[in-house]
C-alpha cells in the first residue's frame, strides 16, 4: 500500500482544513488507517483512526469534537476534516495504514505517507 497525503495549508485559528490521504496497492479495503501528528521538538502522536470499513473510529482527546474522519473505499481515500482550528494543531500531519484494527500506537503501521504541514497562526 503506498499513501499519499496532502491538503495542509496555512490558515487562521478557527478555520478549517481537510486533509486527503490517497492510496493505492493491494486491497485498501482491507487496512484500518490513522492520522497522526508530528510538530517540531514533539513526539509523533496520534489524531484520529478509521477501521477498514468505516464502521468504527477513534479520536485523540485533543481533537475530539472538531477533527472528522471518513473514508471513500470506492475511491481509495482517506479524510480528515479539521474544524475549529487551534494554533496548537500546528504539524506536519501523516496518514498511515495498518492490517486489521486501529491503533493509537504509531509503531504498529507498516504504511505512511509523505506527510503535508498545517500550520494555524493565531
Known amino acids: 500500500v503506498q499513501l499519499q497525503a496532502s491538503g495542509g495549508g496555512l490558515v487562521q485559528a478557527g478555520e478549517s482544513l481537510r486533509l486527503s490521504c490517497a492510496a493505492s496497492?493491494?486491497?485498501?479495503?482491507?487496512?484500518?488507517v490513522g492520522w497522526f501528528r508530528q510538530a517540531p521538538g514533539k513526539e509523533r502522536e496520534f489524531v484520529a483512526g478509521?477501521?477498514?470499513?468505516?464502521?468504527?473510529?477513534y479520536y485523540a482527546d485533543s481533537v475530539k469534537g472538531r477533527f472528522t474522519i471518513s473514508r471513500d473505499n470506492a475511491k481509495n481515500t482517506v479524510f480528515l476534516q479539521m474544524n475549529s482550528l487551534k494554533p496548537d494543531d500546528t504539524a506536519v500531519y501523516y496518514c498511515a495504514a495498518r492490517l486489521r484494527n486501529i491503533m493509537a500506537l504509531a509503531t504498529a503501521y507498516g504504511y505512511w505517507g509523505q506527510g503535508t504541514q498545517v500550520t494555524v497562526s493565531s
Open positions: 478509521i477501521a477498514s470499513s468505516g464502521g468504527d473510529t
Open positions: 496497492g493491494y486491497a485498501f479495503t482491507r487496512y484500518a
